[in-house]
């Protein structure tokens, strides 16, 4: 088996997603699953970080229809003094300005000294969590017919691609191990490819009286309004607190712990950061390098056995209090180490699929390094290969990697470009790219 390493991955444009109803905007404050006082605390800090605001950029910001919800609670605070109209700037009410009064501002440093957020109206926890399995990536099905398209653009094996089809459709968990430089990560990535669709995830959550942030643009790809709604009258209808996005494929390395596997609470923001599985709810968290991270393989083996086997998983708020979430997660755990040094068959056994991606074949390799070479305007000589192979692989006992065409002919092209020639396959350029590029044995 063998991957190529593509110069930049290519993503094909999900199909929507399917969920029950859509997604109807509040038509009340009751319609939001959200405390009223909640909502008016949240609309006073916006306008006291704004100074002035016309009441339909505080329902933007809120993300809530300013018809019967917004215009409540704005009424709400005029009628308690805590805002004023000074203003406004068209004949309708959704042009009035608002700004705090004195005992508004107040009110305002309280609120702040408590939870400092001022965004987007958050979802219910229940609500989230029924949309989740709503979205679930177990109504997804795989079919023979179909992925090798995901695939087109590297060098992999029917065998291989046999394995990978029925992993993707467990929507459970996988284990990827083998020597490295061999594209654990890349197959890692076109297995995200095959999920597909498009799913709805919040702003933020609200949970026993806390915000959890959800969205953010570094772990989440936003998409283009229409790919779901189709016209502008479904998407004015929609409820603005969830973002379109590509099913998300969250990864993580050496940088994770367990603490960042729960929920992480921020002490000036006073709010939480939702941990990696949440964001990765109805899509794929792929664990890379495990065995390399600040913690014992074991505990975090540990950590995931409960929601492993019951497809859920409980987070702890400041307070104590534990919350339920749904745990809509492929998991892909991707190593280099040997597994059975890493933990025991108990929990392997607990991993629906494993996936041993091995050194490529010659026959592989050379196809990966054709592609390789196409893809930077490179022309294929045989003869070079060959020389290549036989001069710095096989006389010397070297092992065949996936990645070592992309990162050969890269060097190539840099040599080249410093001696002013065009990168060709030549025995001058080769040598010095391998040298350039191994390190070797004293």
């Not at 605001?53 to 308690?80: K, T, Y």
């Not at 029925?166 to 990535?189: C, D, Q």
């Not at 959800?214 to 603005?240: P, S």
């Not at 709810?281 to 929601?307: E, S, V």
Request: charged share 25%.
């Amino acid at each position: 088996m063998a991957v190529s390493f593509p110069t930049a991955p290519v993503f094909s444009k999900p199909a929507p997603a399917q969920i029950g109803s859509p997604f109807v905007a509040p038509q009340s404050i009751a319609d939001t699953g959200l405390p009223a006082s909640f909502l008016q605390d949240l609309a006073l800090k916006i306008v006291y970080f704004a100074g002035e605001m016309s009441a339909q950029a505080i329902a933007d910001e809120m993300r809530l229809p300013h018809i019967n919800v917004v215009d409540s609670v704005l009424g709400f605070l005029v009628r308690e003094e805590f805002c004023q109209i000074t203003g406004a700037t068209g004949y309708s009410e959704r042009a009035y300005r608002y700004t705090l009064t004195s005992k508004g501002n107040n009110k305002a440093q309280e609120l702040l000294s408590r939870n400092q957020y001022a965004g987007p109206a958050p979802v219910p926890l229940s609500i989230y969590n029924e949309v989740v399995r709503q979205q679930a990536i177990g109504s997804i099905a795989v079919r023979q017919t179909s992925i090798r398209s995901a695939f087109d653009d590297i060098v992999i094996s029917d065998a291989m691609l046999r394995r990978v089809g029925p992993a993707v459709n467990s929507a459970r968990s996988i284990f990827l191990y083998g020597p490295p430089g061999n594209g654990k990560t890349t197959i890692a990535e076109r297995m995200a490819r095959l999920l597909g669709g498009s799913v709805l995830i919040p702003h933020t959550v609200y949970a026993d009286g806390q915000i959890i942030r959800m969205y953010d643009h570094i772990n989440h790809k936003a998409l283009d309004n229409t790919d779901r709604a189709g016209n502008t009258a479904e998407l004015a209808r929609r409820d603005q607190r969830w973002v379109l996005c590509q099913r998300p494929f969250i990864v993580v390395g050496g940088e994770l712990t367990l603490e960042t596997l729960d929920l992480i609470f921020d002490p000036i923001s006073k709010t939480y950061e939702a941990p990696f599985q949440m964001k990765a709810n109805n899509g794929m968290f792929l664990i890379d390098d495990f065995g390399r991270q600040q913690l014992r393989p074991q505990d975090l083996l540990n950590r995931w056995i409960l929601p492993l086997e019951k497809r859920y998983d409980f987070l702890t708020l400041q307070t104590g209090k534990k919350i339920e979430i749904p745990f809509d997660v492929l998991i892909v755990f991707s190593t280099n180490l040997n597994p059975h040094d890493l933990t025991d068959e108990a929990f392997l056994r607990r991993i629906r699929y494993k996936i041993n991606v091995p050194n490529p074949s010659w026959e592989d390799f050379r196809k990966i390094f054709q592609r390789n070479c196409d893809q930077r305007g490179i022309a294929y000589d045989e003869e070079m290969f060959k020389y290549l192979v036989l001069e710095h692989y096989v006389k010397i006992k070297r092992e065949p990697k996936s990645v070592h065409p992309r990162d050969l002919l890269d060097q190539i092209v840099d040599i080249a470009r410093y001696l002013q020639r065009e990168p060709r396959l030549e025995k001058e350029l080769i040598d010095a790219a391998v040298d350039a590029y191994f390190v070797k044995l004293y």
